[in-house]
């Protein structure tokens, strides 16, 4: 059996995760995180995101705005053709279903639901938020429907047949987005492979099928949750991509969310499903906390299973999302009243992009210590995704490890990598937040008193966050 070659920092850079079985990976790291002075973390995390509020607050505007206006072309790369890549990552997700299908009924050695809770939800999150958006080409659906369009002989549009109301707003967007996030904080079997594989076939087949009724480009702007998140997070990137008039891809860098700016306010409707991302990442860390299962009746200790607490835990879902919601709306109302803005809708609209690098941190906080182990699983698994003695990969022996969280020194390294990823999410928010008001108004005094209600939103929210990865938790 060899060791897992890898090493943690350039893992930690690479890659972030998620597993439905959270109980395997905590034990040992929570208790050592409880021996670090976690109190000074989250004092010093809170305090630098309120120091930076003040200081660009105290900038110049034409700085700010220079900062968030200017952008830098880096290279040109031929433009791959989005149908390929979309068809063969269509061909990746069938391979990966029929493992589900097919494979072995282990969770641990069928790669499927690695390969969803791990590497499509959380690491191609972080891939958009360094990279720029790529589901327009990754997307499993461009590639089938050029291919169908083709075969029968009709063109882009001759397939639609209805038209996508804009009264729904993002409302299919919203319940699709909870059906997702409840199969996996809340189902009683999410990495079940065959189960997992026929909600993934279902979930894409659902959506095919709207796409030509609708057609695709309206129903993965308003409808299909991660369209719609992937190019946010996407956009959030401190790299753009655009074509150029010789029909070549021209990489372009500017200030991480410089090309957020290029996009109109989100509708109520559009700030509720941003939320609601962000909600339910949130409650996910909650709902391990001993905190949690007090409130619940449970005993952490003696954790009767997911049967027990369906209920409780699909209310604390809509719950947290309810409160960051009215907690968000409370700060744009208040810094409206402040400052004499009556366009609400208009500062909800635009400020909620700030949201944004809130998530991607988030992603990357609360789901590392998990995909150290879980990557391993994935690549041990891949080898032999059928289980008929493959060895694909060279993997099949891999030996997984989860001895670097039984180890001060390194859970020091993953507790400070979190810290870091926290706060400066939430710098950079507050930072972006602070572009998009200039970007709408002048006047320091004003602009001042329009974000001081949101930027100590953040500042809760870096404490919460941090909170949320020292307490106590199975």
């Not at 409880?34 to 120091?51: E, K, Q, R, S």
């Not at 057609?215 to 719609?228: G, K, L, M, T």
């Not at 990598?417 to 709408?440: F, Y």
């Amino acid at each position: 059996m060899r060791q897992a070659p890898w090493i943690l920092p350039l893992a930690t850079g690479l890659i972030v995760g998620v597993t439905p079985w959270p109980a395997l990976a905590h034990g040992s790291e929570g208790g050592l995180v409880l021996l670090l002075p976690t109190g000074y973390y989250i004092l010093g995390a809170a305090f630098t995101v309120l120091v930076t509020f003040l200081l660009i607050s105290l900038l110049p505007d034409s700085v700010t705005r220079a900062m968030y206006r200017g952008e830098h072309p880096l290279l040109t790369v031929p433009a791959p053709s989005a149908a390929l890549i979309s068809s063969l990552s269509f061909l990746l997700l069938l391979v990966m279903v029929l493992a589900g299908l097919l494979g072995a009924r282990d969770p641990l050695t069928n790669p499927l639901p690695a390969f969803v809770w791990t590497i499509f939800w959380v690491c191609l999150t972080i891939l958009h938020g360094l990279f720029g958006p790529l589901w327009q080409a990754l997307n499993p659906w461009t590639g089938p429907l050029v291919l169908l369009r083709r075969f029968t002989g009709s063109r882009l549009g001759d397939l639609v047949i209805l038209r996508l109301p804009n009264s729904l707003g993002y409302a299919i967007a919203i319940v699709q987005f909870f059906a997702f996030a409840w199969f996996e904080l809340v189902d009683v079997a999410p990495s079940d492979p065959a189960r997992l594989a026929v909600a993934v076939s279902g979930y894409w087949l659902a959506n095919f099928t709207a796409m030509m009724l609708f057609s695709e480009r309206d129903w993965c702007a308003r409808a299909e949750p991660f369209s719609i998140f992937f190019s946010l997070v996407g956009r959030c990137a401190p790299i753009g991509w655009e074509t150029n008039e010789k029909g070549r891809l021209q990489m372009k860098i500017g200030w991480p969310g410089h090309f957020l700016f290029g996009l109109p306010p989100l509708s109520a409707s559009g700030v509720l499903f941003v939320l609601l991302t962000l909600g339910t990442v949130s409650f996910d860390g909650l709902s391990r906390t001993f905190v949690w299962l007090a409130a619940i009746g449970v005993n952490p200790l003696d954790f009767p299973g997911r049967s027990a607490i369906v209920a409780p835990s699909t209310h604390g879902i809509l719950g947290t999302w309810a409160a960051l919601s009215a907690l968000f709306f409370a700060s744009i109302g208040l810094g409206g009243l402040l400052s004499g803005e009556r366009r609400l809708d208009l500062l909800a609209g635009r400020l909620v992009y700030s949201i944004i690098p809130i998530s991607i941190a988030f992603q990357i906080a609360h789901y590392l210590t998990l995909v150290l182990v879980e990557i391993q699983n994935f690549m041990k698994a891949l080898a032999d995704p059928f289980s008929l003695g493959w060895d694909l990969t060279g993997t099949r022996d891999l030996h997984v490890t989860t001895s670097f969280l039984n180890v001060y020194e390194t859970v020091i390294a993953i507790f400070n990598t979190q810290t870091i990823a926290i706060a400066l999410g939430h710098v950079v928010a507050v930072i972006l937040a602070h572009a998009l008001l200039l970007d709408l108004t002048d006047g320091k005094r004003r602009v001042f008193l329009m974000e001081l209600p949101l930027a100590a939103l953040m500042v809760f929210y870096t404490a919460f966050g941090l909170w949320l990865l020292s307490t106590p938790r199975i």
